[in-house]
């Protein structure tokens, strides 16, 4: 079939028609009014030969006057793919011959750059998509414009967009020339600009039932004749929104705060992951006293803080509680929240966001014995985590009488329910650590600056992920002749050299023994440990092997850290007793503690991935048992489904293939989302957009100062550190980062993120190395492009670019 009525075409058709026309059959379909017009289909194109008797023949049907000329292709005006603009459209066509090239026209824009760089940047394969084309008789609109059914900007689902200009609707998708812009929610306005008050009515109510039909927010081009007729022209899907909190029965507003990037995830969770995740911090933060409920939101962890800021009691402190582990971006928006007066505090309201009376006691006693236990004899608190980590890690081991799938999943249920007896000789170690680390800033305000307490804290002992950073840094230099074997392989190829055994022994089967349970997003069951693919390992090697000045070497860097900061000690404490005595003794010892027990911060998830890894290796296991019976496609398979659904699989043979399926198209499309919203209102309000803009005036990126010093190189933009190449010298710049991305700071210059928290993980690594840090900087991965010189100053919080990006260093990972 070469030439089809759009009027016969269905939603099902897409590989025929492509995006636009299924939608516009769609319209037609639903009784929208939409220009009539045929669809030259992908089988034409595939045949590259235009087929002309049977276009000039609908076109004759038609009227053979003026029509629009449009691309349509397989992967356009998809669910995260809109393709705007990025292929030709064709207007005021008549005649045949114009017709003809006009269809040839869209037929090779389908591999112009700016297709094929969207459609790559996307993860499309360009050799499976097909151009269809569709002709439509011409509208003379009076006015025109586009309707979004949310508003893009905030996500705010009440409310409705639209802009709109006199004449073509091009001259407001191309952004040609000024628009009006309207807002519709349900407070009436003055008519004002190009659309009357009954058009924006009649646009309102087009909106509602498209969206209705759809099942999920619409971008739609609209255009109205001379005879007040509103003419659809296209509807999809809005593909920038973040999806929706879960609705909610209570009529009040809620609030969500993103919980990922506390551990420097901002990456989708698998169903699997998610569905432990929820469990174990929900449970975590009850033991300290506090009930959260943990969302599923676009697959991230969001956690609803409704009910503490709604509390009288916790409102009070929950700015600065999120100081810690949230930053400054969530403390700004939750300022935002606070001063909403639809998040008030209620009278005798729901207090089960807050501490109960009995558990919060219970809580507070531990801590306090905790903590000051370990501040006051920080050697022994050392000694009884690590040796709390070892029971762990033996603990955590299979039995050896798992035989059956059941057994295996019986214990799977048990470890997700197990509570953790070592929990205490761990946690508050860790605490005390962190508050010896906080508080001196507080008592050396107009004495010493944040940066000098930065200094302070660099070079810190006691870090897992520093040990493992340097361990592996060891290991690239004792690599002797297989250097040039690590340098010009692909790490994905060293990797299965490695796990076939054909790799020459330089050291990694004993890395991995100790390190092989980690990996970038590692908190997600859902992920493969560096034992299962050690890629990013071989591609940090690399990195390593490519410093070439000693003194640039990571333990060389890391021991003058530790130098400074000793030195840095002494010097400010000596000040401060000098002009505040009390304040600078107090200051002095927490500083020092802090020194002690702050590099602990990293043994607790350290930890706590020995139980992850073998429920991973026993959900693997279930999953090859349930692909041998056909239930899955494969056995990791099993990472999208939850433990409930893995029992009805195992106990009933429920066949879950379906259901893996649409997840995994889920999971795909959530995984090229670049910014993930720090909170959430539940009418899906993107708090932080609604916040004033902060800005230099000049150019500079403003952060906030994480790690003194001050440098200035080649920016190398990072999303995937598992092929990443920094080179020595260049400045990492990224979404967020966990422990699995700190090898990538031994040969980095400088970091800067998009999110964090002073104490997080990448900022306390960069100050152990002694480089600068500056994070929260809004869009720095966009902002900034590979090869742009920047000047970091992690002492002022500024990230300042200098010129355009270098295109030689462009493209490359």
Known sequence: MHVIALSEVTDAMTALVGGKAAGLGELIRHGDQVPDGFCVTTEAHRLGVVPTAEVVAAY?????????????????????????????????????????????????????????????????????????????????PTVAGVLFTANPLTGRRDEMAVDAAAGLGTTVVDGAAAVDHYILDDITRAEAGCLTSPQLARLRATGERLQAHFGCPQDVEWAIDAEDVLWLLQSRPITSLFPAPPSSEKPLPRVYLEFGHVQGMLQPVTPMGMSTLRRQIAAMLAALGVRVEIVDIGGRLYGDLTDLARDRSSRKRLVKLLAVDFGPRAQAVMQHVLADPRFAPTSGGDRRGGASGAASLRTARRAVAGILRALARPEAARTRMFEAVEQLRVSSAAPADLRTTGDRL?????????????????????????????LP??????????????????????????????????????????????????????????????????????FLDVYGH???????????????????????????????????????????????AETALEELVTRARRRRPVRGRLAGFLLRRARSLAGLREAGKFAGLYPLRETRRQLLLIGADLHAHGLLDQPDDIMFLTLDEVHTAVHQGVDLRGTVTARRAVHRRELRRRTVPVALLSDGTDVETVLPAASTGDGTLAGVGASAGRVTGPARVVHDPGTAHVEPGEVLVAATTDPGWTPLFLTA?????????????????????????????????????????????????????????????????
């Open 749 to 813: 210059a400088a970091l800067v993120t998009e999110t964090g928290a002073i104490m997080a993980h990448g900022p306390t690594v960069a100050r152990e190395y002694g480089i600068p840090a500056v994070i929260c900087v809004p869009d720095a991965t966009r902002t900034i492009t590979t090869g742009q010189l920047v000047t970091v100053d992690g002492g002022v919080g500024t990230v300042t670019p200098h010129g355009p990006s270098t295109p030689e260093r462009v493209g490359r990972p």
């Open 410 to 438: 019986r214990f799977v249920q048990a470890q997700d329910a197990d509570a953790d007896d070592t929990a205490d000789a761990i946690m508050w170690p860790i605490v005390a650590g962190m508050l010896a680390a906080a």
């Open 441 to 510: 800033t507080a008592l050396l305000k107009g004495v010493a600056g944040p940066d000098e307490i930065h200094t302070v804290l660099g070079g810190m002992p006691h870090n897992v992920t520093i040990e493992m950073d340097l361990a592996l840094w060891r290991l690239a230099q004792g690599v002797g002749d297989h250097r040039r074997l690590l340098l010009d392989t692909p790490p994905a190829e060293l990797a299965a050299r490695h796990l076939h055994g054909t790799l020459p022994d330089i050291g990694m089967a004993a």
């Open 60 to 140: 004759q049907r038609l009227g053979a006057g003026p029509v629009a000329v449009r691309s349509s292709a397989t992967a356009e005006d998809l669910p995260d793919a809109s393709f705007a603009g990025q292929q030709d459209t064709v207007l005021d066509v008549t005649g045949t011959d114009e017709l003809i090239a006009a269809i040839e026209k869209c037929w090779a824009s389908l591999h112009s750059d700016r297709a094929t760089a969207y459609r790559d940047a996307r993860g499309i394969d360009s050799r499976t998509v097909r151009m269809a084309v569709v002709v439509q008789r011409m509208v003379r």
């Open 518 to 564: 980690r990996g970038v997003a590692e908190v997600d069951l859902g992920v493969p440990r560096w034992a299962e693919d050690p890629t990013p390992v071989f591609a940090a090697v690399a990195n390593y092997l490519r410093v070439t000045d000693p003194q640039q070497g990571p333990d060389q860097r890391f021991q003058r850290a530790a130098s400074a």
